[in-house]
Structures are given as structure tokens and as C-alpha cells.
């Protein structure tokens, strides 16, 4: 199994432009997860899908972000327009659906974006 | 979600146990105790879980007190690849991390 898959794993964006990042959950995961990584803040959940439905977005930061996820296999976090402040590392995780609170996630390597 | 407290550092000789604390005391009934730990700037890698019972597996185990608001992970034989962030969180539907234990394990 290949893992989650997460790209690009670096990014560097100017102020103001629109920054799509991808995932790839595991195989039949059913649950999908995207955390921020930042120094002040630690690891924060932004949103999780179950099914591909998103389930809990309260994590967004504000209206700049948008996640879809069209199928099983594919999900995007969007931010548009992209701000320095949004400069962290992004990460994906996936779990099986069922149960997800007795089933560790795993997560992939991370896309670390820069917005100069 | 349970706010969780950890050290921010701690230092193990290695081949020595690491016993590391983690405080969760607003945790629920249904929350689930998890640890993770992140080396360099990988992805948060999977350890242990439990809910009431003390867990054990390949990699380290968990000891849960009786009324569930601490918790400990233990790593039995440390070694100086297991120097990374250790991060307790709890997950009742969603999955939350505390701050973080900095561990270095030295020669």
C-alpha cells in the first residue's frame, strides 16, 4: 500500500494566488482529514469527510478555504487568495469509516506551502 | 474534544524506558486516548491507542488511569532513532493534539 499521498510536497505562492492541494487516501478509507501544522498553533483538524460528505468543517479558517473531495480516491484543499499568514505544512490523513475514533489515522507527508 | 497536556521536553538515556505523561482531564466517556509521534517534519506517525484498559504492542505501550484524566506512553527500550515530538490526543468523532513532548534519547 502506497500510503496517503499528498502533493505537491512544496509550494511556494505569492500573496493573492490560488493554491490547490491534492490527496490520495489509502484504498477503502472511507474518512479523510485535513490538519494545519504551524508553530504557534500545533497541529489543528481544518475539516474531515465521511464518504466523501464533508462531516465537520467548524476547523476552517475562514472563507478563503474551500476542501472538496469528488470521490473516494481524491480530495482538494483549496485556498484562494492564498495569504502569508496560510503558510504552514498541510497534511492529509485517512481512517475506515467505521469506528473512526478506535482506528488511528494515517497520514501523509505533508505539502509545506510558503505565500511570500 | 478533551484539551490535553504534555510536557514540552524530556530527555531519555538510551536503552532506558521512557515513561511519557499526558494530562486529559475534561475527557469524556467515549473519547479515546491516542498517541503519535512526528519525526523531523514527516506526517504524524501512528503509536497506540486505548479507551479504558492499558494497551500494549510493538511499539510501546499505554497505561490509562482509572479515571481516565492522565495517561502514560511508555517506550520500553528507547533508542536514539525514537528521538521526535510525542503528541497525545483524544478522539471522541475527531481527532485532537495536544502541544507535544520533544523527546531526545542520548547515547
Known amino acids: 500500500d502506497a500510503g496517503v499521498i499528498q502533493s505537491p510536497r512544496h509550494e511556494v505562492t505569492e500573496m493573492g494566488q490560488e493554491v490547490t492541494l491534492r490527496c490520495k487516501p489509502i484504498s477503502g478509507h472511507n474518512s479523510l482529514f485535513w490538519y494545519r501544522q504551524t508553530m504557534m498553533r500545533g497541529l489543528e483538524l481544518l475539516i474531515y469527510?465521511?464518504?466523501?460528505?464533508?462531516?465537520?468543517d467548524s476547523g476552517m479558517p475562514e472563507d478563503r478555504f474551500s476542501a472538496k473531495m469528488p470521490n473516494a480516491s481524491f480530495s482538494t484543499l483549496k485556498i484562494q487568495p492564498s495569504e502569508p499568514r496560510d503558510s504552514a505544512v498541510y497534511f492529509c490523513a485517512s481512517s475506515p469509516l467505521r469506528d473512526s475514533s478506535n482506528y488511528g489515522y494515517t497520514f501523509g507527508s505533508g505539502t509545506r506551502l510558503t505565500v511570500v | 474534544d478533551a484539551k490535553t497536556t504534555q510536557p514540552p521536553s524530556m530527555d531519555c538515556a538510551e536503552g532506558r524506558a521512557a515513561n511519557l505523561p499526558c494530562n486529559h482531564s475534561t475527557i469524556s466517556g467515549n473519547e479515546y486516548v491516542y498517541w503519535y509521534r512526528q519525526i523531523h517534519s514527516q506526517g504524524p506517525q501512528y503509536i497506540i491507542h486505548?479507551?479504558?484498559n492499558n494497551e500494549t504492542n510493538e511499539m510501546a505501550s499505554l497505561i490509562i488511569t482509572e479515571d481516565r484524566k492522565s495517561s502514560t506512553l511508555i517506550l520500553p527500550h528507547a533508542t536514539l532513532r525514537d528521538t521526535a515530538v510525542y503528541y497525545c490526543g483524544t478522539n471522541d468523532y475527531k481527532l485532537s493534539f495536544g502541544a507535544g513532548t520533544t523527546v531526545t534519547v542520548r547515547a
Open positions: 469527510f465521511n464518504n466523501n460528505v464533508p462531516i465537520d
Open positions: 486505548g479507551l479504558k
